[in-house]
Nanobody
């Protein structure tokens, strides 16, 4: 089981930026896809972004395209989510997730496709 720890959340005004980080414990980090999801109060966990094991391909929810960017550093076992032009509707707990059951596979867009999760970090965007 991979241990994932998110950081970088906080309170920001609309239009501002935050960068989330997710540190993974597993030495095989460079072999599996990673994703970011978010969950707002009273709503289901929703896909935000995902990245392949190599970092060559990325995927985004329509609501964040052009504003958010996912990247990874396999040498440091880190995945990032750069969030720009933040909106109040981006307020949520953000989770990183690892697809460890299938090495070298494409990332999924559904929470059920991921095996290990971090504890989440709160992002609050004020208007």
């Amino acid at each position: 089981q991979v241990q994932l720890v998110e950081s970088g959340g906080g309170l920001v005004q609309a239009g501002g930026s935050l960068r989330l980080s997710c540190a993974a414990s597993e030495r095989t980090f460079g072999m599996f896809a990673m994703g970011w999801f978010r969950q707002a109060p009273g709503k289901e966990r929703a896909f935000v972004a995902a990245i392949t094991w190599s970092g060559a391909s990325t995927y985004y929810a329509d609501s964040v395209k052009g504003r958010f960017s996912i990247s990874r550093d396999n040498a440091k076992n880190l995945v990032y989510l750069q969030m720009n032009s933040l909106k109040p509707e981006d307020t949520a707990v953000y989770y990183c997730a690892a697809k460890t059951s299938a090495y070298y596979s494409r990332p999924g867009l559904r929470p059920s496709e991921y095996d290990d999760w971090g504890q989440g970090t709160q992002v609050t965007v004020s208007s």
